[in-house]
């Protein structure tokens, strides 16, 4: 598993790149309600979300822009975990 650091924190590098790929190039720049799944799907493929990936999905949520209702579902989502 591959890790970023950014501003001396540890994330993971899979769930940044995905987040990337789904706010640039065509599209609104948001991250969807389809996307948000993505990004919990590829957090929870081992046997638990680990702190790191908890960390990232964070990081995920403070710094990308999600469509209201995507916004929603992650909020929830994470919750959950």
Do not use: C, W
Not at 39 to 47: T, V
């Amino acid at each position: 598993m591959a890790y970023l650091t950014i501003d001396g924190n540890k994330y993971e590098k899979e769930l940044i790149d995905l987040a990337n790929k789904h706010t640039t190039g065509k599209g609104e720049g948001k991250l969807s309600k389809d996307e948000v799944e993505e990004l919990f799907k590829s957090a929870q493929d081992g046997p638990g979300v680990t702190d790191t990936e908890r960390a990232t999905l964070e990081y995920i949520r403070k710094n990308y822009e999600f469509t209201d209702a995507a916004g929603v579902l992650f909020d929830s989502k994470f919750a959950s975990l």
